[in-house]
Nanobody
């Protein structure tokens, strides 16, 4: 069973940057697809980005493409989300996710069975 703990959220001005981290427990972390979702107040949870087990394959929502970068360090059991050129519409709770149903699965952008508790990102205008 994988457990996920996010950190790095906070308050930033529009145009600024933040880096979110997701620390995962469990020795098989390096085999799982991982990702990030977010949920803004009054809106449904939405896909942001995901990455395959090796880090060689990444996907992004159109709304963040070119501004956000997902990466992972399997030696540190950590996934990152570097967020640049932040906009007020990026304000949301950001959740780290893992697909622990099996090793080496292709990222699905939607079907994740393990979720972190979330970290708040607020972008002021």
């Amino acid at each position: 069973q994988v457990q996920l703990v996010e950190s790095g959220g906070g308050l930033v001005q529009a145009g600024g940057s933040l880096r979110l981290s997701c620390a995962a427990s469990g020795r098989t972390f390096s085999r799982y697809a991982m990702g990030w979702f977010r949920q803004a107040p009054g809106k449904e949870r939405e896909f942001v980005s995901d990455i395959n087990w090796s880090g060689a394959i990444t996907y992004y929502a159109d709304s963040v493409k070119g501004r956000f970068t997902i990466s992972r360090d399997n030696a540190k059991n950590t996934v990152y989300l570097q967020m640049n050129s932040l906009k007020p519409e990026d304000t949301a709770v950001y959740y780290c996710v893992a697909d622990s149903r099996g090793p080496f699965r292709v990222p699905t952008h939607k079907d994740y069975d393990t979720w972190g508790q979330g970290t708040q990102v607020t972008v002021s205008s």
